[in-house]
């Protein structure tokens, strides 16, 4: 079945640095989304991504659907100790989400 | 503006014992959707839900688990007879369903360990 394949799997970094992250499948998607998840709650969602070679951002953070349609990739810049959790990009399978395994993020003030 | 919901947001249980979460979505969302998610690993999808229609199911979705949508807005999911790889967090996410726009909202979670 279709598979999501994220790295790093974790990143550990300095308060103010960028970060970037991506999420690769061996199969195409017509769609990406970003979520990020706290600790003991559920996923929140952060980018929805609807069209090859789409740039979209929210905030600081900044999300590409790639031009195979096959990666995406999340950008953070200066971070903040709140962006600790982990982030996880998912895309649908008729009708249901697939989701990678996560990158964990952890910020250092 | 009220998110989904999900109750108990935690369920200590012992082996053998049946367990049932409630799952409340963003009102007006047609689709209703569950999964479960261990540590480590991202959510993995169990069954989901148009309206009262139950609509696909994972192989993950054992006879001991059932889901019901009885009038198309709350959902309910029972895990007869729990075993302790039963232990995860069960999601619930809720989307409007029409279009072509696949964003999916989730609740908190509902936390089951099974002793």
């Known amino acids: 079945g279709q598979q999501l394949n994220q790295s790093p799997q974790s990143m550990f970094i300095q308060e103010g640095e960028d970060v970037s992250m991506n999420c690769t499948s061996s199969?195409?998607?017509?769609?990406w989304l970003w979520y990020k998840q706290d600790p003991g709650e559920g996923p929140v969602l952060l980018i929805a991504l609807y069209k090859a070679g789409e740039l979209t951002s929210n905030g600081r953070l900044t999300a590409q659907f790639g031009i195979t349609r096959k990666d995406s990739f999340l950008n953070i810049s200066a971070s903040i100790p709140s962006d600790v959790g982990i982030y996880f990009c998912a895309g649908p399978n008729t009708g249901k989400l697939i989701f990678g395994q996560g990158t964990t993020l952890q910020v250092k003030p | 503006d009220t998110g989904v919901s999900q109750d108990p947001r935690h369920k200590i249980t012992k082996r053998g014992q049946n367990v049932t979460f409630r799952c409340d979505p963003i009102?007006?969302?047609?689709?209703l959707y569950w999964y479960r998610q261990t540590l480590g690993q991202g959510p993995e999808f169990l069954t989901y839900?148009?309206?009262?229609?139950?609509?696909?199911k994972s192989r993950l979705l054992s006879d001991r688990f059932s889901a019901e949508r009885p009038k198309g807005s709350f959902s309910t999911l029972e895990i007869q007879r729990t075993e302790q790889g039963d232990s995860a967090m069960y999601l619930c996410?809720?989307?409007?369903?029409?279009?072509?726009?696949?964003?999916?909202?989730f609740g908190p979670g509902t936390r089951l360990t099974v002793t």
């Open positions: 009102s007006e969302h047609n689709r």
């Open positions: 996410a809720s989307s409007p369903g029409t279009g072509i726009r696949y964003e999916q909202y």
């Open positions: 839900f148009q309206n009262e229609a139950q609509l696909e």
């Open positions: 199969s195409i998607f017509n769609t």
